[in-house]
T-cell receptor, first 113, second 113 residues
Framework: AQSVTQLDSQVPVFEEAPVELRCNYSSSVSVYLFWYVQYPNQGLQLLLKYLSGSTLVESINGFEAEFNKSQTSFHLRKPSVHISDTAEYFC???????????FGPGTSLSVIP | GAGVSQSPSNKVTEKGKDVELRCDPISGHTALYWYRQRLGQGLEFLIYFQGNSAPDKSGLPSDRFSAERTGESVSTLTIQRTQQEDSAVYLCASNLGWGNEQFFGPGTRLTVL
């Protein structure tokens, strides 16, 4: 069965520093990949997703993630974080075809002024 | 706007009682998910409805948990003989089908005393 690993449960980082949040999934079958974000006291919302095509996908607020099939990874990166990026970040995977979406345990990103 | 709604927002019950949690998905969304989020933890997949297909119940933790969905509309998650370990936020999400963004409801916070 598919599973998702986010090795870092908490990531503190100083404002304007770069950050990488790691995500690995277990199954090497074809997958769809997602990053969701949960800001404090808010619901989950989609940050970005990979379905097909270019392995590098970007969000509107400067995050990017790269699909690496050989390493079964979908790490999330941002070159310069802001205070407003403080949130819980969840990686999610869905096997092709037509399978459910499984979430990782989440990474809590804390941006320090 | 018409998002995913869940009721009740909070539910406090005594151990051994049955509870019903309701989810109203976005109109037209063929897929509906239930997840459980324990305090400080990630999303645990419970059940997945996709159109008229048989639901994927592989995440239900025990036979005390069940869920139904009427066509492509309302879903009810029922927990029988509640236990203290059932205390969590129960999240519902819907989307237009596999590979599409999931839209999450605000959740129902269940507390079992």
């Amino acid at each position: 069965a598919q599973s998702v690993t986010q090795l870092d449960s908490q990531v503190p980082v100083f404002e304007e520093a770069p950050v990488e949040l790691r995500c690995n999934y277990s199954s090497s079958v074809s997958v769809y990949l997602f990053w969701y974000v949960q800001y404090p006291n808010q619901g989950l919302q989609l940050l970005l997703k990979y379905l097909s095509g270019s392995t590098l996908v970007e969000s509107i607020n400067g995050f990017e993630a790269e699909f690496n099939k050989s390493q079964t990874s979908f790490h999330l990166r941002k070159p310069s974080v802001h205070i407003s990026d403080t949130a819980e970040y969840f990686c999610a995977v869905s096997n092709l075809p037509y399978d459910k979406v499984i979430f990782g345990p989440g990474t809590s990103l804390s941006v320090i002024p | 706007g018409a998002g995913v709604s869940q009721s009740p927002s909070n539910k406090v019950t005594e151990k051994g009682k049955d509870v019903e949690l309701r989810c109203d998905p976005i109109s037209g969304h063929t897929a509906l998910y239930w997840y459980r989020q324990r305090l400080g933890q990630g999303l645990e997949f419970l059940i997945y409805f996709q159109g008229n297909s048989a639901p994927d119940k592989s995440g239900l933790p025990s036979d005390r948990f069940s869920a139904e969905r009427t066509g492509e509309s309302v879903s009810t998650l029922t927990i029988q003989r509640t236990q203290q370990e059932d205390s969590a936020v129960y999240l519902c999400a819907s989307n237009l089908g596999w590979g599409n963004e999931q839209f999450f409801g605000p959740g129902t916070r269940l507390t079992v005393l």
